[in-house]
T-cell receptor, first 114, second 114 residues
Framework: ETGVTQTPRHLVMGMTNKKSLKCEQH?????MYWYKQSAKKPLELMFV???????ENNSVPSRFSPECPNSSHLFLHLHTLQPEDSALYLC?????????????FGPGTRLTVT | AQSVTQPDIHITVSEGASLELRCNYS??????LFWYVQSPGQGLQLLLK??????LVQGIKGFEAEFKRSQSSFNLRKPSVHWSDAAEYFC????????????FGAGTRLFVKA
């Protein structure tokens, strides 16, 4: 595997379910990100991790819970989601967490909340 | 507040024709500037970036962008569009003062007609 991978690629869940999204980067980067991409809206930064430490939490509801066990893996735990949470969730990584560094994106997880 | 504006939601060009996608930003100083492309079902891929120096930047796939400080613009250009260029294009800015938040525009969808 190369680059940034995300699983699953598609997920349908009910509002009472608990699920997790997984991201893995094979680039040796120190920073990882979660973004939400909704139709006709700009990408919304959710969380930033630098060397497994959360350095940015962008006023995201607590029903989204990130976890970064090491610098290569990032999870987004989901519970009691709302229909408006349906979106494409993108994971990205960069060499370091500064805004000057280009980000490498995974293909995303298409989430549908029913 | 920092912002990025892509005035065109979608653009249609004929294959072989030239392309210009517009991007304007609002920021107190010259930020880091990026253009990313997203093909259907894929994550974002960096086309090019500007940090300083020559205001005309060359990127991958034959794209270039010109930074114009007086107009707070960073427009993306390609002299001859190929059908495979059909995708969504995102302009992004990152603050030079540090921080982790790269701000993305809402995107411009490019359609290429034969």
């Amino acid at each position: 595997e190369t680059g940034v991978t995300q699983t699953p690629r598609h997920l349908v869940m009910g509002m009472t379910n608990k699920k997790s999204l997984k991201c893995e980067q094979h680039l040796g980067h120190n920073a990882m990100y979660w973004y939400k991409q909704s139709a006709k809206k700009p990408l919304e930064l959710m969380f930033v991790y630098s060397l497994e430490e959360r350095v940015e939490n962008n006023s995201v509801p607590s029903r989204f819970s990130p976890e970064c066990p090491n610098s290569s893996h990032l999870f987004l735990h989901l519970h009691t989601l709302q229909p408006e949470d349906s979106a494409l969730y993108l994971c990205a990584s960069s060499q370091d967490p500064g805004s000057s560094y280009e980000q490498y994106f995974g293909p995303g997880t298409r989430l549908t909340v029913t | 507040a920092q912002s990025v504006t892509q005035p065109d939601i979608h653009i249609t060009v004929s294959e072989g024709a030239s392309l210009e996608l517009r991007c304007n930003y609002s920021y107190g100083a010259t930020p880091y500037l990026f253009w990313y492309v997203q093909s259907p079902g894929q994550g974002l891929q960096l086309l090019l970036k500007y940090f300083s120096g020559d205001t005309l930047v060359q990127g991958i796939k034959g794209f270039e962008a010109e930074f114009k400080r007086s107009q707070s613009s960073f427009n993306l250009r390609k002299p001859s569009v190929h059908w495979s260029d059909a995708a969504e294009y995102f302009c992004a800015v990152g603050p030079v003062s540090g921080g982790f938040k790269t701000i993305f525009g809402a995107g411009t969808r490019l359609f290429v007609k034969a």
